[in-house]
């Protein structure tokens, strides 16, 4: 039988077998339990040792309670897929119900399939026999969720994955998921003539990857799909537009790199379709969707002739032209005719190339603008004029929110001081619906203090106006050490606020000597409470008492010339007891949230949290690793490099205990120090690492003058490798 082959039942069976050759005396008792269970049903609990009884000296055997067949099936649906092989394995009444058991979903999670000594080929072999014995034996019927998510490394014949999605897509079945190893899609084909016949029409969800997907003319199979996800699919747009055209209860699409995609028309009758995300399709030059009731639209990738209908009621926009200049002029110059009631609107752009050009048409609707502009780890286009961002706001007369925020490492554009007595002024109209406006990543750009001035002199119902040089985005309301309100005035009531880093103080070369020997201190300690401490010379004090970071202190100069090993300065960190290098603010940190037994999940208490001992008592590094990398093989979407380097930080911040928010800054400056070497000698893995620093970025837990110095660091070792070579 396919449950048969889940390993860890083996045993349970065996020892199952035994205890039922055994006799059991019964004994006249009316020691019976009886629960109420949460369905209502009254269930008798009979002790084991009972199970079978002698009446008039024949022996039978108790068979549980009697119910109905159906009750029973719906026990064990309710199961996991693991719990549900095992009460097959001990009970002939979930064994018929596991013939029709509702939902298969296989990975090597659900399988218990562990990494041994035989390494990925074992897995797969053993993946593959398992799916193919337990859907073998199964009798399709009943069938509502098959999932498929095979391991990246994989290999299964295409005879055989089109045997068993015969078997489980059946009439009744509403959810259809597979996930393919890479490079799947040049070699298989999904075979749309299993959804004839019915099989189709209950399907809700579909969810496809790695695959061809090529629907045949009038493909009408799919009259109850929700949501169609196609990641790494091979489809024309012909394909899809027949697809999606006979899809009338379709609420939500998601296409993300199907390559072949070189048109996207949505036609104008389905009307529950809400949520449209298009990402990476690089080849897709029109968009053209008339869906009346399109309320959200993402969308990333190259410039497209975007059409959304006269009448589209699109009302949140998010939109980055991947990798390409100009995002800013496209959304001025098209987004205003093609998105007339947009509400929110977000656009990312790398690079601007030219300025801001006046709109010929208006958002007439437009309420919160916000944009990004991105540098990376450089300056972002110097030649670019933050002023010309007024014609967004001219644009937009009823626009209430706008934020500005600036990444990068540098700044390039001409500076204030140099020429502050020449300060352009624009005649525009008033911005009267105006109300907040905040700028992340504020610098002494001149244009950009004339686009803040702009807003000053014309926002008449201006509440709030945040300049923030930092640009880290925390929740400043819960951090005393900045806030950005003046004591006892509510911040809605406070116009201009303005937070940056304090003057440097110039120090002589003794002090700097003495600062490099107290860094090299804090990577003996590997404790981030440590990392931010520092020493007294390395603050500033500043107007408000308190202590600021001097910014002058090369940030790669914190973690060079330390005399421990990598192993050492690992292992002396794991060993420091959290309670001693936490800061009162982590500490704080530390409170507000729940932690939980990571095997038991159960709720920890807070000096558990700080205690010296671990959760389950766990101090094998090996395993841990070992636990880890079977976790990230289960990925699908992301790649060998950026697994490697989840890998890597997972190590890194389990080892040297990192737990609270305040912990990541000082773990990124230190991961870049410790892999740095490793990281400059492969693009593809330094690449994973700043892209992910990014993605700690957009969740505040990040902050730019640590991503600054993290790149710093790098850019140290790119320079040393260069000088190498």
């Known amino acids: 039988m396919g449950m048969l082959s889940l390993n860890h039942l083996m045993l349970k069976q065996k020892r199952w077998s035994r205890r039922r050759t055994q006799a059991i005396t019964f004994k006249q008792r009316s020691s019976r339990r009886r629960t109420q269970a949460r369905n209502g049903f009254i269930i008798t609990l009979v002790p084991q040792k009972d199970l079978l009884c002698q009446e008039s000296g024949e022996r039978s055997t108790y068979l549980g309670p009697n119910l109905p067949e159906d009750i029973w099936c719906h026990i064990h649906s309710l199961m996991s897929l693991q719990d549900a092989a095992q009460s097959a394995s001990i009970s002939h009444t979930f064994l018929r119900s596991w013939r029709c058991y509702p939902y298969l979903n296989f990975n090597k999670e659900t399988l218990c399939l562990k990494q041994n000594a035989s390494g990925k080929d074992y897995i797969a072999r053993r993946f593959i026999m398992t799916v193919d014995q337990i859907l073998t034996n199964h009798s399709g019927i009943g069938v509502k969720t098959l999932r498929l998510s095979f391991p990246y490394y994989c290999e299964v014949d295409a005879c055989h994955l089109n045997r068993w999605l015969q078997i489980a897509i059946t009439p009744g079945i509403e959810e259809v998921t597979l996930f393919l190893p890479p490079n799947y899609k040049k070699k298989y084909s999904f075979p749309c003539s299993l959804l004839f016949g019915g099989c189709g029409n209950s399907i809700k969800y579909i969810r496809l990857t790695e695959c061809a997907f090529h629907p045949p003319v009038g493909f009408v199979c799919l009259r109850s799909l929700i949501k169609l996800h196609l990641y790494q699919v091979r489809i024309t747009g012909d394909e899809l537009g027949s697809l999606v055209s006979n899809c009338f209860a379709l609420e939500k699409l998601e296409l993300k790199c199907c390559d072949e995609l070189i048109f996207l028309k949505i036609p104008l009758w389905l009307e529950r379709l809400s949520f449209l995300m298009v990402s990476e399709c690089y080849k897709l030059q029109v968009l053209e969707s008339k869906a009346p009731n399109l309320f959200t639209f993402r969308f990333f990738s190259g410039p497209v002739r975007l059409s959304l209908g006269e009448s589209s009621h699109v009302k949140n926009l998010d939109i980055q032209l991947a990798y390409r200049p100009n995002s800013l002029l496209y959304a001025i110059t098209k987004l205003p005719s093609a998105a007339p009631n947009l509400e929110t609107l977000t656009v990312t752009s790398v690079n601007e190339i030219v300025n801001t050009p006046m709109a010929a048409d208006k958002f007439l609707n437009l309420k919160y603008l916000r944009i990004h502009l991105t540098g990376f780890s450089k300056a972002f286009c110097p030649d670019y004029d933050y002023l010309s961002l007024v014609s967004f706001l001219d644009a937009s007369p009823t626009l209430e929110t706008f934020i500005l925020s600036v990444m990068q490492n540098d700044m390039k554009h001409d500076s204030v001081f140099g020429n502050a007595l020449h300060v352009r002024w624009i005649p525009a109209h008033k911005h009267s619906r105006l109300r907040k406006v905040q700028i992340s990543g504020f610098c002494s750009a001149k244009s950009m203090v004339e686009l803040t001035c702009h807003i000053l002199e014309n926002a008449t119902s201006l509440e709030s106006l945040t300049l923030d040089t930092i640009f880290d985005q925390f929740d400043q309301a819960n951090d005393p050490d900045l806030q950005l309100f003046a004591e006892g005035v509510d911040p809605r009531h406070q116009t201009f606020s303005y937070r940056s880093r304090f003057k440097k103080r110039r120090r002589s070369k003794a002090s700097t000597e003495k600062i490099r020997h107290v860094h090299s201190h804090i990577m003996e300690s590997g404790s981030p409470e440590d990392a931010q401490a520092g020493s007294e010379d390395d603050y500033v004090q500043g107007e408000n008492g308190t202590s600021v970071a001097n910014a002058s202190i090369d940030p790669a100069q914190s973690l060079h010339g330390s005399n421990l090993s990598p192993p050492t300065v690992l292992q002396f960190g794991k060993t420091r007891k959290l309670s001693e290098r936490a800061d009162p603010r982590n500490r704080q940190l530390l409170q507000k949230r729940q932690f939980f037994h990571s095997h038991r999940a159960q709720p920890m ?71 740095g070497w490793r990281l400059v000698q492969n693009p593809a893995l330094l690449w994973g690492w700043r892209f992910f620093m990014i993605k700690l970025w957009n969740h505040s837990l990040l902050d730019a003058r640590t991503m600054n110095a993290c790149n710093t660091i790098l850019q140290g070792f790119h320079d040393e490798s260069s000088d190498l070579k």
Not at 608 to 635: G, N, P, Y
């Open 605 to 675: 208490e807070l000096d558990q949290v700080f205690s010296d001992r671990d959760s389950e008592d766990e101090v094998d590094d090996d395993i841990a690793d070992f636990e880890d990398r079977r976790m990230l093989d289960d990925f699908v979407d992301v790649t060998k490099d950026e697994k490697l380097i989840m890998h890597m930080w997972n190590s890194f911040v389990r080892k040297q205990r990192v737990l609270a928010d305040g912990h990541v800054p000082w773990a990124c400056e230190a991961f870049s120090q410790f892999h």
